[in-house]
């Protein structure tokens, strides 16, 4: 249960970052909220997203050109949402414990103290 304390935290941070957002803009359809919302987990997923937004705008760029639109809908704000709780835990939970180990960093979580 230890090993997965940081993950359920992360999953509590960004929910309630999600609400706490989301409820102090009002309107989940409106624009401003999802730049709130975009901020805000920008902030928190430094630096991955930074990547996950410019990524995003260009995906949301070429399906413009396609003719599909979700800017300012419900299912952008979520999509949102899922997208940097991911980029988050990726990066936090999966790239930076196997930066750390090739840096030679062991911590008391490793794999071979399990054994």
Sequence with gaps: MKKNRGKILWAFFCAALAVITTYSCGDPKDPECQLLVTMVFTV????????????????????????????????????????????????????????????????????DSAL
Excluded: C, D
């Design 44 to 111: 928190a997923t430094f630096p991955a997203g930074i990547a996950f937004v410019l990524v995003g705008n260009i995906v949301v760029a070429l399906m413009g050109h396609l003719g599909f639109s979700i800017e300012s809908s419900v299912v952008a704000l979520i999509i949102l949402l899922l997208g940097f709780t991911v980029v988050g835990y990726v990066q936090w939970f999966v790239l930076l414990p196997r930066l750390l180990e090739r840096l030679g960093w062991k911590s008391h979580h490793s794999r």
